[in-house]
């Protein structure tokens, strides 16, 4: 189901993938600094997510400013909780790259801004933890801050995020933390060898299983 989500003066492009039974919680899912939401692996996972139950909701933001993306990012958590159409129990944020720093930003200001808990974690796909060969530098500052459960989802040859340094602010964080690392996979999640199918299929299934480790917690 094509959408315009509206943001400021303008529109987000967006798309959900529905399931066919009434969905109790979402997924919202963004791409990089390139493309946009027809992504081929943020097209394959919301299918994957659709088909088991999960209502996915994947928007485009062209803006290669973190801050503008951020807001894009709370202007659809806004939308879709306030939506007549899906009555969510909560959320999940997810993103590429980029998208997933816009996501850990979104979440960290809506944890200072909201009471309630609709936002109820965060799956990062490929989180650049820092630009290539400066590894001094970390973007880690809105995930030292987030409290809900985090996926990180990265390849173990990602020029964007050397796996000690993921693993040491992952250490650091004060939310549950999981890291799956695709072996050998690069930043764009290729792997010698490997179909871009393999690789996606082995993503999906974790972000699933992961989705309904933190769903039977929130629903006990």
């Known amino acids: 189901v094509k959408v315009k989500i509206p943001f400021g003066n303008k529109h987000l492009d967006a798309i959900f993938s529905v399931p066919v039974k009434k969905p109790k919680y979402g997924v919202i899912l963004t791409h990089g600094a390139g493309g946009d939401m027809n992504f081929p692996q943020l097209v394959s996972l919301a299918a994957c997510l659709a088909s088991h139950g999960v209502l ?3 928007f485009t933001c062209k803006g290669l400013n973190v801050a503008y993306r951020t807001k894009a990012f709370k202007a659809v958590v806004e939308y879709l909780k306030l939506s ?6 909560g959320i999940f944020l997810a993103g590429r790259s980029m998208g997933s720093r816009a996501a850990a930003s979104a979440i960290r200001q809506l944890s200072q801004e909201e009471e309630d ?7 990062c796909l490929s989180y650049p933890l820092h630009r290539p060969k400066l590894q001094s530098k970390l973007r880690d500052e809105d995930l030292l801050f987030i409290r809900c459960p985090v996926l990180f989802v990265s390849g173990s040859a990602d020029e964007m995020c050397e796996k000690q340094l993921l693993e040491g602010v992952s250490s650091k964080m004060r939310a549950p933390t999981e890291i799956h690392w695709v072996d050998r996979a690069n930043h764009g999640m290729a792997v010698k060898g490997r179909t ?16 309904r480790e933190n769903i039977e917690l929130e629903t006990k």
């Open 56 to 58: 996915c909701l994947r």
């Open 117 to 123: 808990d609709f936002v109820q974690g965060l799956v």
């Open 84 to 89: 007549d159409d899906y009555k969510l129990l």
């Open 196 to 211: 871009a199918d393999d690789v996606m299929e082995e993503i999906n299934a974790h972000v699933l299983s992961w989705l």
